[in-house]
């Protein structure tokens, strides 16, 4: 999983100015009209800020212009997922473990969820057999 960090200097890799040049912390900032000073910018950047309030990643996603969900991956729906009720199954079991890393953890919600998942199955079809 990728760190506050890694997201942000992501974001000004890929996301440039008109005439392909990076922005710069200060040219953020302005752009913000400083909602964002240029050192929390930098500390950001660097990782020594990994929490930083709900205005500052909402000022981000309109300068960038990115979904809140690009800082959320984990909360966005994907395609792989065969049940929501499995989902949910597997994340009240998942939530006696936060003390895992995040990799750790998201290994055994992905085993948690497909082990749900055909736990369900099977009950449904012994459910219309019966």
């Known amino acids: 999983m990728k760190t506050l960090a890694d997201l942000i200097n992501e974001l000004f890799d890929t996301h440039r100015k008109p005439n392909g040049d990076r922005y710069t912390n ?16 930098s500390l950001l950047r660097s990782g020594r800020n990994a929490n930083p309030g709900r205005m500052i990643l909402l000022h981000l996603c309109r300068f960038f212009e990115v979904s809140p969900s690009y800082f959320f ?10 049940n929501t009720q499995a989902q949910g199954f597997a994340k009240v079991l998942l939530r006696g473990v936060q003390t895992f890393s995040p ?10 969820e497909s082990i749900a998942a055909e736990e369900i199955s099977t009950d449904e079809e012994s459910h219309d057999q019966a």
């Open 26 to 41: 200060k040219e953020v900032s302005q752009a913000l009209d400083g909602a964002i000073d240029q050192s929390t910018l």
């Open 73 to 82: 991956p984990e909360l966005t729906p994907t395609n792989h997922h065969p």
């Open 103 to 112: 990799q750790t953890q998201q290994k055994l919600f992905d085993l948690l």
